[in-house]
């Protein structure tokens, strides 16, 4: 197969990495043709255009192409893509993120190009006035009609898609997104060393979170829950890993509220240093109130970790009270701590939660079993246009 994938930048994110693996997966394991199509990754949240470069990726850049709407980078960035998809001639275009998601399906539209759209989180969401939604869900029922299929990271996608009236519920398949999971079942280093390093003691209890400083990621909730946390076990401590524009603002209220000394931030780190942050937890926390299916829930799993999280989009889907960890309804603090308060004090229901989680997500999440389901509705696609590559 010849395909080109779009998406608008290539930040290190769920989106970012879900697309870049499949893209290498495509190339190496499948021997298909593919071209990566995105803009500048920058920003505080770090670039993957060095992996891309490094793993022989057909990396192209669109230097219009950006996050935050602006007509005319838009449409500079629509008439580059038209071009470059003109001369790349390929089978089908598979669009990634909301805003290349339109942009991406008007261009492949023009040109009659099959195109596949992956939902890593709806443009709908928590956070956006009412007449932000309506803008949005008007543009995805018009690029809806010029999607052949739609790729869901979750069912919970689907459903509010289906509910928005975007598209018929036949043209959705789920998809988990995959990563490599070894590093996830082995640690890639000791976790004792790397407790150390962080200047953590064998009797802390680490939770964690693994999520950008960035508005919508709900740290807030965290910290406010933490105070609770900390006065019933005071031996925890809180790991944030990544970086963002709230960073100064977290650190600040931390000091007011006197709870500095119990949180460490790693800043930005490499994609590939998270497994052996998180087999340094004990714990994984995901607080953000908008998210399709994040990753982290699945890696905390797999590396055997309860995961307490908010009841959002995908999350129920591999977190289940009681079984894998709890769930706990959005923006709330009070249940927050309780859920972590109880696992704090708990180390084999830790290791039972975990356990669960491990055995039960290992597979559906390998980036291998992502990248061959995606491949077949690639093939479901083009068989049915009769446009396929020989």
Not at 240 to 265: C, K, M, Y
Request: hydrophobic share 40%; charged share 20%; proline share 5%.
């Amino acid at each position: 197969m010849h395909i080109a994938h779009y998406i608008t930048r290539l930040i290190i994110g769920g989106a970012q990495e879900n697309t870049l693996t499949t893209v290498e997966d495509q190339q190496h394991l499948f021997g298909d043709r593919v071209t990566l199509i995105t803009g500048p990754g920058v920003g505080p949240e770090g670039s993957l255009e060095e992996r891309a470069r490094c793993s022989g990726v057909d990396l192209r850049l669109i230097n219009a192409s950006r996050r935050s709407i602006h007509p005319w980078h838009d449409w500079q960035t629509y008439r580059q893509l038209v071009a470059l998809l003109r001369a790349l001639k390929p089978d089908l275009l598979h669009t990634h993120s909301s805003k290349a998601g339109i942009i991406g399906r008007a261009a492949a539209a023009k040109l009659k190009i099959p195109c596949v759209h992956t939902i890593h989180g709806a443009a709908f969401h928590y956070g956006q006035s009412r007449v932000t939604q309506g803008i949005y869900k008007s543009l995805e029922r018009w690029a809806g009609r010029r999607t052949d299929k739609f790729i869901s990271v979750c069912d919970a996608m689907t459903e509010q898609y289906v509910a928005a009236g975007v598209a018929q519920r036949e043209k959705f398949v789920t998809v988990y997104s995959g990563f490599d999971v070894d590093p996830f079942l082995v640690p890639p280093r000791p976790p004792q060393q790397i407790r150390s390093e962080l200047g953590l003691k064998p009797e802390h209890i680490v939770i964690g979170k693994v999520a950008r400083l960035f508005p919508l990621k709900g740290h807030e909730y965290l910290l406010r829950a933490a105070e609770q946390v900390i006065a019933q076990s005071p031996t925890v401590r809180f790991l944030l890993v990544g970086d963002g524009i709230l960073r100064p603002q977290i650190e600040a209220e931390l000091t007011s509220r006197g709870l500095r000394d119990h949180f460490i931030f790693t800043g930005l780190v490499s994609p590939d240093k998270v497994p052996e942050l998180i087999h340094a937890m004990d714990i994984v926390v995901h607080t953000s109130v908008w998210e399709g299916l994040a990753r982290v829930l699945a890696q905390g799993l797999i590396a055997g970790k309860p995961v307490v999280s908010y009841d959002i989009d995908g999350a129920r889907e591999v977190v289940v009270s009681g079984e894998t960890g709890y769930l706990v309804p959005p923006r709330s603090t009070a249940e927050l701590a309780s859920a972590l308060t109880l696992l704090a004090s708990d180390e084999p229901l830790r290791h039972h939660l975990g356990t669960m989680g491990r055995v039960r997500y290992t597979d559906p999440f390998r980036h291998q079993t992502m990248t061959r389901r995606i491949r077949e509705v690639y093939a479901e696609v083009l068989d049915s246009k009769g446009a396929r590559s020989t």
